[in-house]
C-alpha cells in the first residue's frame, strides 16, 4: 500500500568520525526546541532486526563477505523504511536519519567495488517514492577522521578495520555523489567548529522546512 508522504526526510552523511552524528543530534535539540515535529534515527540498527544486524555487521569477531555485508545493510535498510521512516513520513514527521543510502553507494559501491546501477535498482525496490529532501555530507579527510576516531576508548569494528585507501574511496565516492545531487546534498568542512556546522545547516534548513505550527 503507498501513502502520501507529507513528512521529509534529512540526512547525515560521512566517513567515520566526521561528526556526522553529532550534528545530527544537535539540530535534533534545535528544532525540537523550536516546536518541530522531528525525530532522529539511524542506520544501521533502528529496528528490533536492524539491531541484530548492526551487532553482526560491527562485530570484529566474524567475517563477512562483501556480498553478505551489502546485503545485511539493505536488509537494515528495508526494515527501517517500513517500519519507521514509511510511518514517520506519512504522519508529516521530520525525521533526520544519520547514515541512510548514501552510505551504502560510498562504502559498498566506491569502497568495496559494488556496480552502482545494482546498488540504485536495488535501492528502488526498497524506497518506493522515499528520497530525502536534503543530506548533509560532513567531508573529512580519512587522517583527520582517524585521529578522532583514535581518540575514543572503544575498540575498532569490523568495518573500521579497513585501511586508509579504502576510507579515501568512500570519501571519493561521497564527494562523486554529491557532483551528481547538487540540489539535494550540501557538503559542509567537517573540521569547522562543531556550532559553526549546525549553524550552516539550521541556516540552510530554513529554506525547506515550514514554520512549525
Ligand atoms: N555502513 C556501511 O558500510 N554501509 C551502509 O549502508 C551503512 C553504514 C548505513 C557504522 O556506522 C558503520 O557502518 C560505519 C559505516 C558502515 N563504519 N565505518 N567506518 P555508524 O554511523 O553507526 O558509526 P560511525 O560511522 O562509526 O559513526 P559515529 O561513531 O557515529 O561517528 P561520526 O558520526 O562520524 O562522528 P561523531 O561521533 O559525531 O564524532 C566523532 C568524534 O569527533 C567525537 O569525539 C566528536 O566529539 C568529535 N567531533 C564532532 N564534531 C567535531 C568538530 N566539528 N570538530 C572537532 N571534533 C568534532
Keep these: ?84 521512516l514509511r510511518p514517520r513520513l506519512s504522519t508529516g514527521q521530520i525525521v533526520l536519519v544519520d547514515r541512510f543510502t548514501d552510505a551504502t553507494t560510498a562504502y559498498q559501491g566506491y569502497g568495496m567495488k559494488h556496480p552502482l546501477e545494482t546498488l540504485e535498482s536495488l535501492h528502488r525496490m526498497i524506497l518506493g517514492k522515499i528520497v530525502p529532501a536534503k543530506t548533509y555530507l560532513l567531508d573529512i579527510s580519512p587522517e583527520k577522521a582517524l585521529e578522532r576516531v583514535r581518540s575514543r576508548a572503544e575498540k575498532k569494528t569490523r568495518i573500521e578495520e579497513r585501511g586508509l585507501a579504502f576510507f579515501s574511496r568512500v570519501r571519493e565516492g561521497y564527494l562523486e555523489i554529491a557532483r551528481k545531487n547538487p540540489q539535494r546534498i550540501c557538503i559542509l568542512d567537517a573540521t569547522l567548529p562543531r556550532e559553526e556546522i549546525s549553524r550552516r545547516i539550521l541556516k540552510d534548513l530554513a529554506n525547506i522546512l515550514p514554520h512549525p505550527s
Design 1 to 84: 500500500m503507498t501513502h502520501a508522504m507529507t513528512g521529509t526526510l534529512i540526512t547525515f552523511e560521512g566517513i567515520d568520525g566526521s561528526g556526522k552524528t553529532t550534528q545530527a543530534r544537535d539540530v535534533l535539540d534545535v528544532l525540537m526546541q523550536r516546536g518541530y515535529p522531528v525525530t532522529l534515527s539511524r542506520e544501521p540498527g533502528a529496528t528490533p532486526l536492524g539491531g541484530v544486524v548492526r551487532n553482526l555487521l560491527l562485530s570484529e569477531d566474524l567475517t563477512i563477505g562483501s556480498m553478505a555485508e551489502l546485503f545485511l545493510f539493505l536488509a537494515d535498510r528495508s526494515e527501517h523504511v517500513e517500519q519507521v
